[in-house]
């Protein structure tokens, strides 16, 4: 559908929405692009994590599946409470024949999530200079990063120069491996994009 056609549906509300925050800004942001500053943005933030963990627990019940909010808690840790991982991970548990869900269970499902799609994270450390694979080891192993050019981040994890990581920043966010972001208090941070590679980095 053209732009012009967008434009002539007074009676129609459009819904554009994406996970990769860097498209989603050039479409709507940059002047030279036909959506620009068309929309209401809005930044959906992650489920609460009680309503998360209760709603896990109602439906594995509802399958004659016992888990305990102790279990739930861990497997939200383990995604980050991010929706598609959380329900990767449940959906296999769901349908493993399982009757009950204990630490090992989730555990074993979880690693095999990874293993699968090990051949694809081989493939990506295969592309990255030896400078940006540091980094994004270093990155991948915590959740968020807020000053990854300062001094104490660049000596634990051994990066050498400011300069370098940058670069290497820059490169990461290009190659979509990584994502920067702003917290409630608009402090920025960056993270790895997906988690399965980010667990994988971290037992590298």
């Not at 959380?86 to 989730?106: A, F, H, K, M, P």
């Not at 592309?127 to 980094?135: D, I, P, Y």
């Not at 270093?138 to 981040?153: H, I, Q, R, Y």
């Not at 051994?158 to 490169?171: M, N």
Request: proline share 2%.
């Amino acid at each position: 559908m053209a732009i012009d056609e967008f434009q002539q549906l007074n009676n129609v509300t459009f819904i554009f929405a994406g996970s990769q925050q860097h498209l989603m800004g050039q479409l709507f942001n940059s002047p030279s692009m036909p959506f620009y500053r068309s929309t209401q943005f809005m930044k959906i933030e992650p489920i609460k994590h009680e309503e998360y963990r209760e709603f896990i627990c109602r439906l594995f019940r509802h399958g004659t599946i016992t888990i305990s909010e102790e279990i739930a808690d861990q497997m939200l840790e383990w995604a980050n409470h991010h929706t598609y991982y959380v329900q990767l991970l449940c959906n296999r548990l769901y349908n493993s024949g399982e009757t009950r869900i204990s630490r090992d269970t989730w555990q074993i499902e979880a690693n095999k999530l990874i293993r699968e799609t090990e051949l694809v994270f081989f493939s990506y450390r295969d592309m990255l200079t030896n400078a940006q694979w540091s980094l994004l080891k270093a990155l991948g192993s915590e959740n968020k990063v807020f000053s990854p050019t300062s001094k104490d981040f660049l000596e634990k994890f051994h990066l050498g120069t400011s300069a370098t990581v940058v670069q290497s920043l820059k490169a990461l966010i290009k190659k979509e491996l990584i994502f920067k972001d702003y917290d409630p208090k608009g402090v920025s941070f960056y993270s790895v994009y997906d988690l399965l590679f980010q667990h994988w980095i971290r037992n590298q």
